[in-house]
């Protein structure tokens, strides 16, 4: 069977580290701020945004919850991040996707200012990245990174598959991977929805990313003997719970066990280091345009 990956201590040991960075900035007067702006149809956006101010709270972030109606117009939505752009006080500016259909997204993110673009989705911060010289990794898969660096599993020379190539998870994820830097130097393949045979791709993985958004989608079948296994997928399916459904991965857990080194469960893999790598991209914002120095984790 394969170990489990256990997200939550990874990301507390990460909280611990930063907490020391925090007391260091509020030492030098420079608290940490992170705005964040919720105007999003989806219902799980404010669950999100909660649970990221909570995490700020409790490692002495400010944060400044910015709640904007659905209805309002874009224009409203781009003059509050000119404000906060404008407004030096705050470091890291983080907008809920998605944001409703008559707001152009790409625009949100090309409004905010790269230094304070925590989210790592600004075309300046993605460039840097790609170039080899990354200011915010995008929180996803800069938190896979840091999961792999604290398990011992090591990507160089090794076969990483990625499954989804979106802006968010997929993209950044394979650019990290196929980077010459710690983290980095693996043989990488991009699967999408268009990949034909992907179970081929997939069973040639040394390191396995799932992110495609679809419940179960990797089973036992499609992993490789000792893989690596990295379930990015938070899916809703119906389930006779008391809330009427339940949470499941990219990867049908208990078969994809059996192949497996080492695999992340969902709740308690990805999630967790996500949202440790979002106070971890506020606190380096703070130092950059503060000048204090903090050693990151
Ligand atoms: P998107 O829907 O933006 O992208 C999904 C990607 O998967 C696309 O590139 C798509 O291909 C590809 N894909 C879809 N179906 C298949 C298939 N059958 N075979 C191969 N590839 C497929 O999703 P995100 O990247 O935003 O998120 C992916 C999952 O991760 C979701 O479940 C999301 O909730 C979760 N997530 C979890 C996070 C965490 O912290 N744990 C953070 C962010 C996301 P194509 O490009 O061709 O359409």
């Keep these: 069977m394969a170990e489990r ?23 030098a007067n420079e608290t940490p701020t992170l705005a964040t702006v919720l105007m999003s149809p989806d219902p799980a956006s404010e669950t999100y945004v909660a649970m990221k101010q909570n995490d700020c709270e409790e490692l002495g972030i400010d944060a400044l919850d910015i709640e904007l109606p659905l209805d309002a117009p874009a224009a409203e939505l781009f003059e509050t991040i000119d404000e906060l752009n404008a407004d030096e006080s705050v470091n890291a500016i983080l907008v809920q996707s998605p944001v409703p259909d008559h707001v152009d997204y790409r625009e949100v993110i ?24 990354p200011v915010y990794k995008p929180c996803t898969p800069h938190g896979i990174q840091k999961l792999l660096e604290a398990t011992d599993i090591e990507t160089a020379g090794k076969e990483a598959v990625v499954v989804g190539r979106s802006r968010i998870v997929g993209k950044p994820m394979a650019n990290l991977f196929i980077q010459k830097a710690t983290g980095g130097n693996a043989t990488t393949t991009v699967c999408h929805s268009r990949t034909e045979n992907l179970a081929e791709k997939t069973r040639e993985a040394d390191i396995l990313v799932a992110a495609a958004g679809v419940p179960e989608l990797i089973d036992g079948s499609m992993v490789g003997e000792g893989a690596t296994v990295i379930d ?11 809330k009427g459904y339940k949470l499941v991965g990219d990867v049908e857990f208990a078969s994809a066990s059996e192949k497996a080194g080492a695999i992340t469960p969902v709740p308690g893999g990805v999630g967790p280091m996500t949202r440790a790598m979002l106070l971890y991209n506020t606190i380096k914002a703070t130092s950059l345009q503060t000048g204090v120095d903090v050693t990151l984790p």
Excluded at 5 to 27: P, Q
Excluded at 110 to 133: C, Q, S, T
Excluded at 232 to 242: C, E, F, H, K, P
């Design 232 to 242: 990015v997928g938070i899916n809703r399916v119906d389930a006779d719970t008391d």
């Design 5 to 27: 990956i256990d997200g939550n201590a990874v990301a507390e040991d990460i909280r611990a580290d930063l907490r020391s960075c925090v007391e260091t900035l509020t030492a």
């Design 110 to 133: 090309e409004r905010i200012d790269p230094v304070k673009d925590v989210d790592g989705f600004h075309p300046e911060n993605i460039g840097k990245l790609v170039a080899g010289y």
